[in-house]
């Protein structure tokens, strides 16, 4: 059984930075899809960027291209997204994710993944 935990929310200004670490417990293979995604109240769940751990291969939603941010470091368990020049539109309850995809490189874990295992999400607000 797989739990993920995550961290590192907060408020912040427009343009400012906020990094989220997310923790897992328990087995995550070096074939799994891992990947963040969003929230925001009132609309449904986006997905933001996603990662393959088994290469490192990384996509990102084009909102976020340049922006953020998404690494794994597999000897600690730990996922990350660091995100820079935050919007407004970027508040939303952020999620961690682990699961499979057919097609094993970053941009398949992102359009194609199955997210099995979920974190209970951390806060981004930003706003002046």
């Known amino acids: 059984q797989v739990q993920l935990v995550e961290s590192g929310g907060g408020s912040v200004q427009p343009g400012g930075s906020l990094r989220l670490s997310c923790a897992a417990s328990?087995?995550?293979?070096?074939?799994?899809?891992m990947g963040w995604v969003r929230q925001a109240p009132g609309k449904e769940r986006e997905r933001v960027a996603a990662?393959?751990?088994?290469?490192?291969?990384?996509y990102y939603h084009d909102f976020v291209k340049g922006r953020f941010t998404i690494s794994r470091d597999n000897a600690k368990n730990m996922l990350y997204l660091q995100m820079s020049a935050l919007k407004p539109e970027d508040t939303a309850m952020y999620y961690c994710?682990?699961?499979?995809?057919?097609?094993?490189?970053?941009?398949?874990?992102?359009?194609?993944?199955?997210?099995?295992?979920w974190g209970q999400g951390t806060q981004v607000t930003v706003s002046s």
């Open positions: 328990g087995y995550i293979s070096s074939s799994y899809c």
């Open positions: 990662i393959y751990t088994g290469s490192g291969s990384t």
């Open positions: 994710a682990a699961g499979t995809s057919d097609l094993l490189n970053g941009y398949y874990c992102y359009i194609s993944a199955t997210y099995t295992y």
